[in-house]
């Protein structure tokens, strides 16, 4: 079991870069496919990004070749690293854990994420 906790959001010009971070309790984190979703204003929860426990990597095509997730099983943390930042990136963005280890959820299958942090804001102007 893993508990997620988000941070690094803000507000930032459009064209600027963040970097979200996310650590997640529990002494199993390398066998849990992790992924960050983002919920815009007014609009349903989306995928962003997920990464497998072996380091597999997915992205919703509207944030191919700008973010990168990526995570470090040393630490227990799963980043995302977003540039070219564009107004439609606004959202709060969620961390999650898969519910159970050694699955690799497909990224339209949020259901099969148990996990949940409580959300980090982004914002970016234009």
């Known amino acids: 079991q893993v508990q997620p906790v988000e941070s690094g959001g803000g507000l930032v010009q459009a064209g600027a870069s963040l970097r979200l971070s996310c650590v997640a309790s529990?002494?199993?984190?390398?066998?849990?496919?992790m992924g960050w979703f983002r919920r815009p204003p007014g609009k349903e929860r989306e995928f962003v990004a997920i990464i497998n426990w072996s380091g597999l990597t997915y992205y919703a095509d509207s944030v191919k070749g700008r973010f990168t997730i990526s995570r470090d099983n040393a630490k227990n943390t799963v980043s995302l690293q977003m540039n070219t930042l564009k107004p439609e990136d606004t959202a709060n963005y969620f961390c999650?854990?898969?519910?159970?280890?050694?699955?690799?959820?497909?990224?339209?299958?949020?259901?099969?994420?148990?996990?949940w942090g409580q959300g980090t804001q982004v914002t970016v102007s234009s």
């Open positions: 529990g002494p199993t984190f390398n066998t849990y496919t």
């Open positions: 999650a854990a898969a519910s159970s280890p050694f699955s690799t959820p497909t990224p339209e299958n949020s259901a099969a994420f148990g996990y």
